[in-house]
């Protein structure tokens, strides 16, 4: 290997040369003694070897040990090189020599040979995967290819495609979705109506507009929401709940009865929107889906032929107490309720103030048109509130109730101005009354608030005592309830941690209303299972 140095002999550094036994200075008063020591030691063939393998090395053709040099026979030849240089004293390798002279370490021009082992020390480029897909994840090929073998599989013999009536099996079994979903699912393939759906369509649907891949909560977004919109609406439902009206064995009985039916869907519709719009605006997130219990309660009423077992949005007891509640408030039955109806709930359980506070429309814009009425979305959120305070959405509803000024603080002037009549009915009734300081100190307690001085939402949130706290404030007869611990209550609540309030009132109702309208065919010496006058499914 022949080497030519053509370097210019001014940026030869004598420095870097470390010559044990020769002055730096003198080399630098005379360069060309510098420059034919170098070309001595280039011409040596010990020395090419040495320069062929730190350059194979460079290549990473092989391994550079912690010197800089090559491993195995390179280093052992190195150690043997003849040098010219006296002993103890070596060439240097590079300017980035790691002897840890202090010489080495001063800002250095550009060397003339330059250093091949930088070319080590260039970082990798890593590769970082796509991650974000605007139209969903596309499916492995491996799960692509699964799905399109049982695609085969359904629509075998269908060559024209499926109609709706043929359509459950693949909702159920390819798309893993509830039974009653067939009827939104197919229709949202069958963009033109036709009647059809065809194997390509379904395969262009979904798999190649990656719904394979989705979570279920974002594909029941995906099939329920109309197109171009980012939320839920509440018609948005009606479609399922139809088809699940139209084929739950549970539900039946209600076939011959539409008005009913439409009432069901509604009150379902309701509950869901109370529980799970949490933003409290009529448009359903796909974040408030994910985070709620919707999707277990549709797989549930999917998989239970009994539709009462489903005690989350779904069960027909529930609706029925619902219902029948406003309809006995509803005198008129022009299905709209005055405040004159509502202090009539419970018993008169309600104080006059709070139901002034309910028609406000403090917690809750009215959807009825009438001025100063209640429509029965209104009364659906009201009753959840009422018979279940633990829950959120009721704390939160009773929170703007009680907050009169609306400044996110329960005051305790405000908790006084409400407890007010409930003193004086407790003494109308002959009731032992209890003045406003104990009962504040006992709230105190219940709740722990962060400041003695107000009550936040939050302190109410983080209080398993809190629906009690608005019982003592407008509710008498659950205030006097609650001084009284009915041992059977707590008994049943010990029983069946799981239900919650509203469950427990539904069912005790359900109950009631049942042996009353039992006693009503009795004495009519009727065994009907209607009763007209209410025109209530019973």
Known sequence: MDLDFNGDIASLDAELLQLGEVSPLAIKANPCVAVKLFDQWLSIPETNSLVKSLLNNAKGVGPVNAAGTSSGSNAA???????????????PLSPRSSS??????????????????????????????????????????????????????????????LQMHEFKPVTKEICKLP??????????????????????AFVDYWIN????????????????????????????????????????????????????????????????????????NGRLSL???????????????????????????FSYEHFYVIYCKFWELDTDHDFLIDKENLIRYGNHALTYRIVDRIFSQVPRKFTS???????????VYFILSEED????PSLEYWFKCIDLDGNGIITRNEMQFFYEEQLHRMECMAQEPVLFEDILCQIVDMVSPEDDSYFTLRDLK?????????????????????????????????????????????????????????????????????????????
């Open 462 to 538: 983080g209080s398993k005592l809190s629906g009690s706290v608005f019982n003592i404030l407008f509710n008498l007869n659950k205030f006097m309830a609650f001084e009284t611990r009915d041992p059977f209550l707590i008994r049943q609540e010990r029983e069946n941690p799981t239900l919650t309030e509203w469950d427990r009132f539904a069912h005790r109702e359900y109950i009631r209303l049942s042996m009353e309208e039992d006693a009503e065919d009795a004495s009519n010496g009727s065994a009907d299972v209607w009763d007209e006058s209410l025109e209530a499914p019973f």
């Open 389 to 392: 305070k633990s829950s959120e």
């Open 287 to 313: 974040r408030e889906l994910k985070r709620s219990n919707l999707i277990a309660a549709m797989q549930h009423a999917d998989e239970e032929e009994d539709i009462n077992k489903v005690l989350r949005y």
């Open 179 to 200: 039974s009653f979903f067939s009827a939104a699912l197919f229709r949202k393939i069958d963009a033109d109506c036709s009647g059809i759906v065809t194997r390509d």
């Open 100 to 161: 840890g002279s202090p010489r080495l370490t001063k800002q250095r021009g550009p060397s003339v040979l330059g250093s091949p082992l930088k070319l080590v020390n260039e970082p990798v480029k890593e590769h970082i995967p796509q991650f974000y897909f605007l139209n969903g994840r596309p499916p492995p090929n491996e799960l692509k290819e699964r799905c399109l073998f049982r695609i085969n599989q359904f629509f075998y013999g269908h060559v024209d495609g």
């Open 209 to 280: 507009g990656n719904m394979l891949t989705k979570d279920l909560a974002t594909q029941i977004y995906t099939i329920l929401k109309q197109p171009d919109v980012r939320c839920l609406a509440q018609d948005d439902f009606k479609p399922v709940l139809r088809e699940l009206l139209t084929t739950h064995p549970g539900l039946e009985f209600l076939q011959s009865t539409p008005e009913f039916q439409e009432r069901y869907a509604e009150t379902v519709i309701y509950r869901i929107f109370y529980y799970v719009n949490r933003a409290g």
């Open 77 to 91: 030849a190195s150690n043997t090189l003849p040098s010219m240089f006296p002993a103890g004293s070596t060439p």
């Open 369 to 379: 048109k009438v001025e100063g009425k209640m429509g029965y979305e209104d009364f």
